[in-house]
């Protein structure tokens, strides 16, 4: 079994894209969307939900008003400014709480229970290429890599159960740790970058952090085209880094319409100048140690 990490620095490099055309090529894949904050892979390729896991993130305050007497003694001690009153009320805002079990030890009253944040979400199904997992972290909840770890473990449950070769993670932007989980233990991680200042800035933080794991990069530069400058910039980089480049993809209109036709650019346009450069890279990828 292959797990093939495709992280970006930054994001709007293109990295969703280029991960949703490798997993149309050639043989049936796993693809996990690791991008658990901003998950999109389902949009495109609308697979079935065969199976669905809540994730406990953390917990939120609830007051029972049965009991309390609007005191105020837990807003005066929120450091999140979660407690408000409105009309003489108290209330906790949910996106703003952060669980931290204090306004339910203070409470006089003992008005206010913890209960378990459980609107974040695993899936797991099928799409059109073979096998899908992702995860949903629902707004203001933290902990997104222990969703992504999760998803990995689903996804090499799913490979094995299935007999399938290929893990494609599709990872989150930066290099915080949802990024850290996604690449942990991985075959080979491919960074997404684009002809940008900010694009080679953030692709040497993302090297780094790489090269920390262990791993040795590959390097995609998408978009080539809009600054062949700052290009040869990233090709410089790499190579006095010894990273390889695998290839550069030039930007082309069509794979927007591609993703509008709901089609990775593979599908849509076989023929096209990006889907025999990316069948190419995938070929290399897959066959390098």
């Not at 990775?264 to 346009?269: A, R």
Request: net charge negative; with cysteine.
């Amino acid at each position: 079994m292959k797990q093939i990490a495709v992280i970006s620095g930054k994001g709007g490099t293109g990295k969703s894209s280029i991960s949703a055309a490798f997993a149309t090529l050639n043989n049936e894949v796993v693809i996990a969307d690791c991008d658990v904050d901003a998950a999109n892979l389902y949009l495109l390729f609308s697979p079935s939900e065969e199976e669905e896991q809540v994730y406990i993130g953390g917990y939120k305050a609830v007051i029972d008003y049965t009991f309390c007497s609007g005191c105020g003694f837990c807003a005066d001690y929120c450091r999140f400014d979660a407690i408000l009153f409105q009309n003489n009320r108290v209330i906790i805002d949910e996106i703003s709480c952060d669980g931290c079990y204090l306004c339910s030890r203070i409470c006089p009253e003992k008005a206010i229970r913890m209960i378990p944040n459980d609107k974040s979400k695993l899936y797991s199904g099928s799409f059109r290429n073979g096998r899908i997992v992702y995860g949903r972290l629902a707004p203001g909840e933290e902990n997104s890599g222990k969703l992504v770890n999760m998803v990995r473990e689903k996804a090499r449950q799913v490979a094995e159960k299935y007999c399938l070769e290929t893990i494609i993670l599709d990872g989150p932007p930066g290099i915080g740790c949802p990024v850290i989980s996604t690449i942990t233990g991985v075959d080979k991680v491919i960074i997404i970058t684009e002809p940008t200042i900010s694009g080679l800035h953030d692709l040497e933080r993302a090297a780094e952090i790489v090269l920390k794991s262990g791993r040795k990069p590959s390097v995609i530069i998408n978009k080539w085209n809009l600054n062949p400058e700052i290009t040869d910039q990233i090709r410089c980089w790499c190579g006095n880094n010894s990273i390889r480049v695998e290839g550069l993809l030039p930007f082309d209109k069509e794979m927007v319409n591609a993703m509008v036709h709901c089609k990775t650019i593979t599908e849509f346009d076989k023929d096209n100048e990006i889907s025999r450069e990316l069948n190419r890279i995938w070929k290399n990828i897959l066959n390098s140690n």
